[in-house]
């Protein structure tokens, strides 16, 4: 009896070494690649965003919405200077949608498409009228990727707004506040510090973007892994990301990549503002006839850094801040409340 109980002993011995190995070369595996990992925790029965690669099925517009999803994902190579096609090179620099809009405009936080499609039609002050999904997009066809508008009619268009609907159908109450926009920042009341947004850049920014802040290109015909964050393939001075507010919230919600939440930031505000401003510190394309924004002058952020404005306030201060001060302003003259 004691020799059986032996033999059952080294066996499970032999057992629990044998599990313990092949944890171990799981293990090993999945740390060759964590891009093959859906790392995304849902308990049983909590909502979440659609996923292409899960959801789309037999959607009856599935192809269109598709195509939506890849013109995000691949802009420069369907709608800008990458396209085979040069008639579709409306897009004037190589980002993609989700250079800010990031998982395909899933991720909340980062301006996410969820929800997005039944808030329009809107007022914009910046064209000073009721505008369509269409003509946001526009916007950014123009400003984040310092180009041209996209035709309305054309199927890449249809199919941004077909994936921007498909994403926005049964959303929760309780989700879209989460989804919408970006995260707010507590902005401090002085003037953004460059040498301490510079300091921040060098500890969190340069993995990504690199020192020179030109991002991460495989190879001249590829599309960036990491976005360039200044100079002539980024973003133009009218784009939104341009504002030192926004981009702060932008950041503080996002940043560092892979890290940061809406709801686990890994900066302090202080640190999101200063970035903000040193990133913008920098030489960008020039939007157009700016001075055409905002027809209604007194609508205008207060971060917006390009005039005319309806107050005296200077170039500098609608910058880099301190903002505190123009949205009193504001306040006291026109009863108007200001938050970025």
Not at 58 to 78: C, M, R, S, Y
Not at 269 to 290: C, G, H, L, M, T
Request: aromatic letters at 10%.
């Amino acid at each position: 009896m004691r020799k059986f109980d032996r033999v059952i002993k080294r066996v499970s011995l032999l057992i629990g070494f044998s599990l313990a190995v092949t944890l171990f070369a799981g293990f090993s595996l999945i740390s060759v690649d964590l891009g093959l990992i859906d790392f995304r925790t849902v308990n049983k029965g909590e909502w979440k965003p659609k996923s292409i690669a899960t959801d789309l099925g037999n959607e009856k517009k599935a192809a269109l919405i598709k195509l939506g999803f890849d013109v995000i994902t691949k802009t420069p190579e369907l709608i800008g200077p990458m396209s085979k096609d040069i008639k579709m090179r409306f897009a004037g620099n190589n980002l993609t949608c989700q250079s800010c809009h990031l998982e395909a405009g899933t991720k909340p936080g980062s301006g996410s498409f969820v929800g997005v499609y039944n808030r329009f039609p809107q007022y914009r002050g910046r064209e000073d009228k009721i505008g369509t999904l269409e003509e946001r997009i526009d916007g950014c066809m123009e400003r984040s990727m310092n180009g041209q508008k996209l035709p309305h009619n054309t199927l890449e268009m249809q199919g941004m707004i077909a994936y921007m609907k498909w994403l926005s159908e049964d959303v929760p109450e309780e989700k879209e506040d989460i989804y919408k926009g970006f995260v707010k920042v507590d902005l401090p009341e002085i003037k953004a510090d460059l040498v301490a947004g510079k300091a921040t850049f060098e500890q969190h920014c340069v993995v990504c973007h690199g020192n020179n802040g030109q991002g991460i290109r495989p190879g001249e015909n590829a599309m960036y892994q990491f976005p360039p964050l200044w100079g002539n393939d980024s973003y133009n001075h009218g784009a939104g990301m341009h504002r030192v507010i926004t981009a702060a919230e932008f950041i503080k919600g996002n940043m560092p990549f892979q890290q940061a939440t809406y709801d686990k930031p890994v900066l302090t505000d202080r640190e999101a503002y200063n970035v903000a401003a040193y990133i913008n510190s920098f030489d960008r394309p020039q939007k157009s006839n700016p001075e055409a924004d905002f027809p209604d002058k007194k609508k205008k952020p207060v971060s917006t850094p390009y005039g005319p404005w309806a107050d005296g306030f200077s170039a500098e201060q609608h910058k880099y801040g301190p903002f505190q001060p123009i949205m009193k302003f504001y306040k006291k003259e026109y009863g108007i409340s200001k938050n970025k």
